[in-house]
């Protein structure tokens, strides 16, 4: 286990995936059914995190073990497939996540946890054969990032006027105008367009003005009051262990990103596929429809695919010719990626 003294106290480092495919057009995130959580002992295992979060889904994650690691991405892929018996492909490191308070760990934990948090990409014909792992629709833990069909309706009804009262709450009319001014950033409004990639500023937003059931939760334990053992889906989406969610969401907004100057989007796609499939999966992970036709002469004209010679009827109705990645793109400009807008 890295465990680095400071003082009575260590250091903890864990390894956390956000491992992602889409499946029947819509975006997945793998989730694990049990919680693990790194032991302080030193020991190079995980195990059960009886709490709280118990009852909550949570990213494969484990310890970072330097006597069996040799790396932190090799020590990140072995703890995938031991929990989920998934082997990675594409995968990138995010960020390090840690702040105090991430995890409440056993009686006289002393620890502090430190994460390096990875995004994982994968087809969608892949699917977790260990009973302990199993995809769920990231618009499951994020509604208000779905505008495939307008904005959703949660926005106008729930979460606009909540944040209005969150702002008015604040001690002094600078404080509410900033709070304001930050609400406009994040959602859009007032001449700023929505904008995809903030995914993670939402939900910060969103956590400090109480609306998000991770907030409650953390709350409570911070003042050492009891929690409960089972926490549902709320209206806000459907909470996830520990910090585990701010964690998604930063992979989301990297990917969101990521799709604009590099051609990721092909390592979610079979090798062979039509235009109207690899357009459903742009659509998919950045949550905004786009125009078919204006999506189609981007991509041909970027040169990001090429045909197959061949065509396909799985999509119902007449047969679509089949494309593939042109992987010579990658040699012929730096940032080929899917610059598109979405409607409206």
Not at 134 to 156: Q, T
Not at 298 to 316: D, F, H, K, S, Y
Request: some cysteine.
């Amino acid at each position: 286990m890295a465990e680095q003294s400071s003082g009575s106290h260590g250091v903890v480092i864990g390894l956390h995936a956000a491992i992602v495919a889409v499946i029947e057009k819509q975006p997945h995130v793998l989730v694990v059914r049990r919680a693990y959580a790194p032991l302080e002992s030193g020991a190079a295992e995980a195990h059960h995190f009886e709490g709280e979060a118990s009852s909550e889904s949570g990213l494969p994650f484990g310890p970072f073990d330097p006597a069996l690691h040799r790396t932190l991405e090799i020590g990140l892929r072995s703890w995938v497939e031991d929990q989920t018996a998934l082997r990675l492909g594409y995968v990138e490191q995010l960020y390090t996540f840690g702040d105090r308070g991430r995890y409440v760990g056993a009686p006289g934990a002393s620890a502090r946890v430190v994460s390096v948090g990875y995004l994982a990409l994968t087809h969608a014909e892949e699917r977790p054969p260990s009973t302990d792992s199993l995809w769920h629709d990231w618009y499951s833990h994020f509604p208000w990032e779905d505008w495939r069909k307008g904005e959703p309706a949660l926005i106008g009804t729930r979460i606009a006027p909540k944040l209005a009262a969150w702002a008015g709450a604040a001690g002094t009319p600078g404080q509410q105008a900033r709070r304001r001014d930050r609400i406009t950033l994040c959602f859009g409004g007032d001449g700023i367009p929505w904008d995809e990639e903030k995914v993670l500023e939402r939900y910060e937003l969103l956590y400090e003005a109480g609306l998000v059931a991770e907030a409650a939760r953390d709350r409570r334990l911070q003042q050492g009051k009891a929690a409960a053992k089972s926490a549902k889906a709320s209206e806000m989406g459907a909470p996830m262990q520990f910090d585990h969610r701010r964690i998604l969401a930063t992979a989301m907004g990297r990917l969101r990103g990521k799709l604009k100057y590099r051609p990721v989007v092909f390592e979610l796609m079979s090798d062979a596929f039509t235009l109207l499939e690899l357009q459903k999966t742009v659509e998919a992970i950045s949550g905004v429809e786009l125009h078919k036709q204006n999506f189609r002469r981007l991509v041909e004209r970027e040169g990001l695919v090429e045909p197959t010679g061949e065509q396909t009827a799985r999509g119902g109705g007449r047969p679509a010719a089949l494309f593939r990645f042109r992987r010579e793109v990658l040699k012929e400009r730096p940032a080929p990626g899917v610059r598109v807008r979405g409607r409206g």
